[in-house]
């Protein structure tokens, strides 16, 4: 049961950037190699050789103002999984409320030998002010409602496992659209490998603005369903509504859940996919959840090797020739 | 300074087991495997050859839905001396605030490559419902006042280093009876090594109902106690106690705490445990805690090895034939 | 980006203390030994080798029962980097709640095999206490308003980078005084390798009776300011304060704060300092602590090597002849 040493060779020449803010900004060729580099990376980490040392001696820090148990383990695993050592900051705790502000936070975090700061902020654009302050690595792990990259990524990457390509699939986000990051990265990343996307949800939450971003808004969920093949159930996010964007719980899931009867119309090839944590009953019943179209788990394993990938690919740019 | 390779050998054939839920439902063979293994990594981790690689790439998840910072950090203490990396997730901050089901949070940590969790939760019966749901090892840290496996195990290598053998022992537990999964769990593996148990306390907290374990129940603890080879002072856990079960802690103290005068009528050779934290003043006396009989702070020690034997033994029949 | 085994060699024979409680206690020689050391450090650490193994196998432990991600994590990262394991123990979740006494929570933390504790506690002596009840190194983070041990020396050893010598230099320590353990250490520090040592502040919050220690009291900035080399810029620490010791923050800010109009009467080589988090505004202005003269982060930077080099000769001197 030892470890041994992968050959996982040098960053290509190609990737030249040293931070993820979004997916917006990507081309369809970057976003292409960090699903290829994940794919190797979870061929290389299966069965007894897990662990990675090509990340040895790099250090990454999560720095979450926003409660994220999951994400931030995702993150901290990736990195520990490739070597490096991993450093958590949480926003209680933190000298934010001894009167220090937030760039000199991150900026002794930096000081203290980090590589990269993996940074989740209910602002959107926090990202972005960090990447210009810090000259570590930065990662965009959620800003706000703005963009979420890597779980676009590894949503994608699911999508690619199962359907081999992108280009040509229909794939609909249903629910809360309007508060959600991952419906913005999971819409660029889509589009940008030729997808064509759909947004489907209650009018309070789906509005007709999407339209700008190339994709097609709809509000019957029933009416487009037969077209889709994947459909992407996105967590009606209870805890950032000041109101209730519509009547009831029971009407939402009457109007949107994927439950069986739904799935009868569905293609047969047809994936089930949930960013979660998802509220079984809500946006999708167990019998779908559980079932056999459902690629839920997949996607949070997946997650992992994303996660990974970015980092091996941003700290590998950032440190090119030092080695 | 540097790290040996310990050769550990491979788990022992006979050992078939990925779980370990209770004590209930093992043998004798199977509970003193697990001891001598712990004794083989407590020589094998002495001095400066303290880190092993025997779960090198191998993820041990700590699921603690219960505050205790001693038995989080003893498991994931034990995990990493085996080269195994650790993940915390505690009940605060989690998913299950998001509407989540305990199941869903259990197989999304599952699928982040995780190999076993260590589980504590105030609901008896918890790790078996995750056992039933997960395919990784799930190790039981206490549920309810149902069990806590690793500490019976600690508390028996404990008695075994310093009489050698468990057969023919009597031995006392003392106190709060009916709220510790520490006295299920003694209770189950000293019976099954041989020993006699003699459960003590005020009538409150000890039921007659126990004598259908086969322990002999007893409310006196001055009768008891001149035939006692070792007594296990159970803390009062007055955070579990909706009404006092006895008048005062004077009361308390006055009839069952083990002082001078008591050691005074006890066997030369009596051990003094207690699984703490203990109260001072409460169950034990600061004379007898710190004095020459006590073996409280070994059983601190032994934990380690018990936990690091029990991971070892659980992950090396998860993943036989792997390596 | 492999790690190489950098050759470390042992810890010298004059270093014979096993704990590092206080600064008021080493000699001129130690402190020059432990500077040294975190010298070698630096650059052992810089480019691609930046993790060492001359800690494998041993564990440190944070025992901080008062709020500080930032020292906290730069003792972790410290010992990591040395190959050691870490474990945190925080004031919330221990078993303190549960009614164990300090000590005890201490000799358990012990018994789990950690060989140091790096102990914050607002109450002064807490380290000594520690000390004299466990067998494993103890390092003062912070007790209460007393000591501070590794700030002291990171700042001195900042100040020796910059100017080669600390002998002959005048070295103001600026604001609260009164609350400031940073204060104790930088002075007894500062001291024994000769530096004259001012302290500068409102009457409420510098006393005369400083003097006793040898150094010089002062309570106009403008008068003292044309004499310093270094300025150390202390937080106002409003959240340890009953009553406000001034007017107002705007009246302090004017009195004390490092400003653009103050620096042109400074030496052009004056060194700013502030041990952090800083609250811009009151003790510094923005373009004082991003200037040229300021070497606030590279404090940070340095915190990491000192405490790298802290906890390897007191190990090293620990377990002298073990290996």
Known sequence: MTTELIEIGTVPEAWTRTDLLDLESLTAEEITLILDTAEMFREATDGCTRRLSVLSGRTVANLFFENSTRTRTSFALAARRLGADTVDFSSSGSSLSKGETFIDTA???????VDAVVVRHRTPGTPYLLAQNL?????????????????????????????KEIAGLTVALVGDIAHSRTARSNIWGLKKLGAHVIVCGPSTLVSRAWEELGVEVAYNLDE???????????????ERQAMRPFPSVREYAHLYAMNGQRMAKAKDSILIMAPGPINRGVEVTPEVADGPHSVILHQVSNGLAVRMAVLWLLLGAAHRGEY
Chains 1, 2, 3 share one sequence.
Do not use: W, Y
């Open 107 to 113: 900026k002794n975090i930096e000081a203290m030998g």
């Open 135 to 163: 000259q570590c690595s930065v990662l965009n792990a959620g800003d706000g409602p703005h963009e979420h990259p890597t779980q676009g990524l590894l949503d994608i990457l699911t999508i690619r496992q199962q359907r």
């Open 224 to 238: 487009i369903l037969p077209r889709c093949d994947v459909l992407n159930l996105l967590r009606i996010q209870f």
